[in-house]
T-cell receptor
Framework: GQQVMQIPQYQHVQEGEDFTTYCNSSTTLSNIQWYKQRPGGHPVFLIQLVKSGEVKKQKRLTFQFGEAKKNSSLHITATQTTDVGTYFC???????????FGQGTTLQVKP | DAGITQSPRHKVTETGTPVTLRCHQTENHRYMYWYRQDPGHGLRLIHYSYGVKDTDKGEVSDGYSVSRSKTEDFLLTLESATSSQTSVYFCATVQRDEQFFGPGTRLTVL
């Protein structure tokens, strides 16, 4: 079935440093979503990308969908302690009502 | 948070006992989902529902059953709990492709 690989699994950064997580698929994706889960919390939707080469920004967060629609990235500029959490990519295989999640990247930020 | 509640929020039970987790939503969403979350595995879909009495299996459905007799309620049952089912369980609904998650239930099977 559809799988997405997410790397790295963990990332520790100093506050102010940048952070990037990557999501890769062996097949072409119709869309990709990103979620954030704070420690002890539940996943919260951040964004959905649907177009080849699409780039969207939310303040310090930049989301990108690859030209071939097989990969995506989330980049955080100048991390803050409030960015701590696990970031998941997720895809909806065609003609299904299901969301398949990557394994997640857990971000720790040292103040 | 799309009006999703889960009960109980925490449960400790013994191997072999039946367990039912409840998800309740107030937004009249058609689709509802049950996931489990374990370290290193992200969120894995157990079962989902696309309407009253309409359910289907996800990727890790063995040992679990579900029921949806009303739009607002989606029940997850572990017929005979095992230690491998110790996990955090999340319920979710969807609106325009965006999934909204409940607060989760932490289940420990001893």
């Amino acid at each position: 079935g559809q799988q997405v690989m997410q790397i790295p699994q963990y990332q520790h950064v100093q506050e102010g440093e940048d952070f990037t997580t990557y999501c890769n698929s062996s097949t072409t994706l119709s869309n990709i979503q990103w979620y954030k889960q704070r420690p002890g919390g539940h996943p919260v939707f951040l964004i959905q990308l649907v177009k080849s080469g699409e780039v969207k920004k939310q303040k310090r967060l930049t989301f990108q969908f690859g030209e071939a629609k097989k990969n995506s990235s989330l980049h955080i500029t100048a991390t803050q302690t409030t960015d701590v959490g696990t970031y998941f990519c997720a895809v909806i295989p065609s003609n299904t009502g299901k969301l398949i999640f990557g394994q997640g990247t857990t971000l720790q930020v040292k103040p | 948070d799309a009006g999703i509640t889960q009960s109980p929020r925490h449960k400790v039970t013994e191997t072999g006992t039946p367990v039912t987790l409840r998800c309740h939503q107030t937004e009249n969403h058609r689709y509802m989902y049950w996931y489990r979350q374990d370290p290193g595995h992200g969120l894995r879909l157990i079962h989902y529902s696309y309407g009253v009495k309409d359910t289907d299996k996800g990727e890790v459905s063995d040992g679990y059953s579900v029921s949806r007799s009303k739009t607002e309620d989606f029940l997850l049952t572990l017929e005979s709990a095992t230690s491998s089912q110790t996990s955090v369980y999340f319920c979710a609904t969807v609106q325009r492709d965006e999934q909204f998650f409940g607060p989760g239930t932490r289940l420990t099977v001893l």
